[in-house]
Nanobody, 122 residues
């Protein structure tokens, strides 16, 4: 069982930067692949970024490549999402998730946080 708590969301202007954090508790956190997803009102939850255990690989949605960076510190049981050059279309509730597979599909992730709101004004 893994519990996840996101933080760091907020309101900012387009072009700004924000770093989200996801604190994990529970067993074997370091063996899970971690992902960030987001969901805007009226839209389906979509993949944003993922990172494998042992930080062997990372993968991103095309819409955020070059602007967002995912990282993890297993010693701190924390995953981060650094978001730069934010756009109004990045506004959403952001969720972190843990799963056994490196995937972009929400169904492949077993544990989810409660989400943190990111609002971007134009």
């Amino acid at each position: 069982q893994v519990q996840l708590v996101e933080s760091g969301g907020g309101l900012l202007q387009a072009g700004g930067s924000l770093r989200l954090s996801c604190a994990a508790s529970g067993r074997a956190f370091s063996t899970y692949a971690m992902g960030w997803f987001r969901q805007a009102p009226g839209k389906e939850r979509e993949f944003v970024a993922g990172i494998s255990w042992r930080v062997v690989s990372t993968w991103y949605a095309d819409s955020v490549k070059g602007r967002f960076t995912i990282s993890r510190e297993d010693a701190k049981r924390t995953v981060y999402l650094q978001m730069n050059s934010l756009k109004p279309e990045d506004a959403a509730v952001y969720y972190c998730a843990a799963g056994r597979r490196e995937d972009v599909t929400p169904a492949q992730y077993d544990y989810w946080g409660q989400g943190t709101q990111v609002t971007v004004s134009s």
